[in-house]
Nanobody, 119 residues
Framework: VQLQACGGGLVQPGGSLRLSCVASGNIRSISIMNWYRQAPGNQRELVAQMAGGGGTNYSDSVKGRFTISGDNAKNTVNLQMNSLKPEDTAVYYC??????????????WGQGTQVTVSS
């Protein structure tokens, strides 16, 4: 299973961006959709997570500003980012966990997309 992330870019503080991640391959089901980010010199951190049942979880730093959404039928996961701050600057990665058509588990990461918040 391969993931392709897009939607990053340069935005001014207070602006918005929408990241998308599309999975390709023989996917039977997706159980967990995640967005992580990694800023220079920092460890990769979990930003948002959505379980198969629709429950969501956000890091305290983005709660109320970011929204994760997913479409299992289209094998996509999105991250709507509003009220962006300079400290949101990082490379953002999607990660999907699920089962493929051979009933084998997969745990795949996207290639990362750069988000820069700066005036």
């Amino acid at each position: 299973v391969q993931l392709q992330a897009c939607g990053g870019g340069l935005v001014q503080p207070g602006g918005s961006l929408r990241l998308s991640c599309v999975a390709s391959g023989n996917i039977r089901s997706i159980s967990i959709m995640n967005w992580y980010r990694q800023a220079p010199g920092n460890q990769r951190e979990l930003v948002a997570q959505m379980a198969g049942g629709g429950g969501t979880n956000y890091s305290d730093s983005v709660k109320g500003r970011f929204t994760i959404s997913g479409d299992n039928a289209k094998n996509t996961v999105n991250l709507q980012m509003n009220s962006l701050k300079p400290e949101d600057t990082a490379v953002y990665y999607c990660r999907l966990v699920g089962i493929d058509l051979s009933r084998n588990p997969f745990d795949s990461w996207g290639q990362g997309t750069q988000v820069t918040v700066s005036s």
